[in-house]
């Protein structure tokens, strides 16, 4: 009865390959996130989608692309892959449209290294 | 542009020990205010958030933050800390015209000694 969950845990791979992380939600929410934590621990956001509908994008490389199949999932592909992409991602999720008040609720994260 | 400052990097409190987390943000206009709490090997979960009313406000086990608009502080706290409050703690804010976008703080790391 996992609320946010992510997959792969670990993910371990070379510079200049593709990878995708995948994110789903079965809370039902409207809204998902993705954030990265660098090696700090300092949290970013990256993107954020509204029924599929881009509502956050950062400042984020065009490497990364987002992609919401349906309101319960939000996968983020990676292109290029550098060694300062290695970072823990996190998806998260809250209920509403704009969410500012929203609990986020938070996938257990992946550990991307770069090598 | 807003940020969020956490003044303590590490923590190590024996347990027992009375609990203060700082947390300053720059944003002149409405906020809410939140804290995130990570255990070792956990995912991020809420202990607290604010967006309106009693600027004191309890949160999950045990804890509690005042909001002080004039000195822009959403300090955490907890009278009485246990072994498994170990754990990384994040300060957050957004505001009312960014959507759920969550701007964190760097984190503090809490240590209780048993």
């Known amino acids: 009865d996992t609320a946010v969950s992510q997959t792969p845990k670990y993910l371990v791979t070379q510079m200049g390959n593709d990878k995708s992380i995948k994110c789903e939600q079965n809370?039902?929410?409207?809204?998902m996130y993705w954030y990265k934590q660098d090696s700090k621990k300092f949290l970013k956001i990256m993107f954020s989608y509204n029924n599929k509908e881009l509502i956050i994008n950062e400042t984020v490389p065009n490497r990364f692309s987002p992609k919401s199949p349906d309101k319960a999932h939000l996968n983020l592909h990676i292109n290029s892959l550098e060694l300062g992409d290695s970072a823990v991602y996190f998806c998260?999720?809250?209920?509403?449209?704009?969410?500012?008040?929203?609990?986020?609720?938070f996938g257990p994260g992946t550990r991307l290294t770069v090598l | 542009a807003q940020s969020v400052s956490q003044h303590n990097h590490h923590v190590i409190l024996s347990e027992a020990a009375s609990l203060e987390l700082g947390c300053n943000y720059s944003?002149?206009?409405?906020?809410?205010l939140f804290w995130y709490v990570q255990y070792p090997g956990q995912h991020l979960q809420l202990l607290l958030k604010?967006?309106?009313?009693?600027?004191l406000v309890k949160g999950i086990k045990g804890f509690e933050a005042e909001f002080i608009k004039s000195k822009f502080s959403f300090n955490l706290r907890k009278p009485s800390v246990q072994w498994s409050d170990t754990a990384e703690y994040f300060c957050?804010?957004?505001?009312?015209?960014?959507?759920?976008?969550?701007?964190f703080g760097q984190g503090t790391e809490l240590s209780v000694k048993p």
């Open positions: 957050a804010v957004n505001s009312g015209n960014q959507g759920g976008k969550l701007i």
């Open positions: 604010y967006f309106s009313g009693d600027p």
């Open positions: 809370l039902g929410h409207d809204t």
């Open positions: 998260a999720s809250s209920q509403g449209v704009r969410g500012t008040t929203d609990t986020q609720y």
């Open positions: 944003y002149g206009g409405t906020v809410n």
